[in-house]
């Protein structure tokens, strides 16, 4: 059974930056595609950037295009997603996501129900 824990999250001011990390135990990881999902109060969950196993490939939500980065570290069993130029709007529980389904479609991979592992997910506010 495979084990998730983010960290990194907290407060932080508007246009700042944070950098959230989470661990992925288990010794599959390479096979992995991985996701950053957020949720804000009252809101549904919602796609933020995946890295796929490939390494290569990654997918963003326009609304963080051009200020998160996704990232992965095979030998550390990690997923980073950098956050930049952050905005109140930004606000939300940010969860790790992983999977070992594949698929051709990208969008498939924008998807909750792809995912079958899970973090408890890390707050990130950011102030006005």
């Known amino acids: 059974q495979e084990h998730l824990v983010e960290s990194g999250g907290g407060l932080v001011p508007a246009g700042g930056s944070l950098r959230l990390s989470c661990i992925v135990s288990g010794r599959t990881f390479s096979r992995f595609s991985l996701a950053w999902f957020r949720q804000a109060p009252g809101k549904d969950r919602n796609f933020v950037a995946a890295?796929?196993?490939?390494?290569?490939?990654?997918y963003y939500a326009d609304s963080v295009k051009g200020r998160f980065t996704v990232s992965r570290d095979n030998d550390k069993n990690m997923v980073y997603l950098q956050m930049n130029a952050l905005s109140p709007e930004d606000t939300a529980v940010y969860y790790c996501?992983?999977?070992?389904?594949?698929?051709?479609?990208?969008?498939?991979?924008?998807?909750?129900?792809?995912?079958?592992?899970w973090g408890q997910g890390t707050q990130v506010t950011v102030s006005s």
């Open positions: 890295i796929l196993w490939s390494e290569i490939d990654t």
């Open positions: 996501a992983a999977t070992t389904l594949r698929s051709s479609n990208n969008v498939y991979y924008t998807q909750i129900s792809t995912y079958n592992y």
